[in-house]
């Protein structure tokens, strides 16, 4: 069974810094681009960072361009997400999420996703 499992959420002050984590299993192939969402109730979800397994080309939303950094461990098939000077607007709940080989030119729309994860939630207070 394929999973996806994230971890690392929690509650920070603004401007602090977190690192998610989500570890894979049940995958039988290790080339998978390796992404993180995110979503408030009521919000449509977006595309904050993906990582290709290809050549580890990574790609950002422009909201935390600057401040977040992904990275993935290919012996793992692992991906982290690295957030600095974190704010209130960064408040939601993050996926992981696994699209076929690389990230595609929408992948923040998600559309190519084919494996999610459970979700962490990530508060920020002001």
């Known amino acids: 069974q394929v999973q996806l499992v994230e971890s690392g959420g929690g509650l920070v002050q603004s401007g602090g810094s977190l690192t998610l984590s989500c570890e894979a299993s049940?995958?039988?192939?290790?080339?998978?681009?390796m992404s993180w969402f995110r979503q408030v109730p009521g919000k449509k979800r977006e595309g904050v960072a993906c990582?290709?397994?290809?050549?580890?080309?990574?790609f950002y939303s422009d909201s935390v361009k600057g401040r977040f950094t992904i990275s993935r461990d290919n012996s793992k098939l692992s991906v982290s997400l690295r957030m600095n000077s974190l704010q209130p607007d960064d408040t939601a709940t993050y996926y992981c999420a696994a699209e076929w080989l690389e990230c595609g030119g929408a992948w923040s729309t998600g559309g190519e996703v084919e494996h999610w994860g459970q979700g962490t939630q990530v508060t920020v207070s002001s």
């Open positions: 990582i290709s397994r290809t050549d580890g080309s990574t």
């Open positions: 049940g995958f039988t192939s290790d080339k998978w681009a």
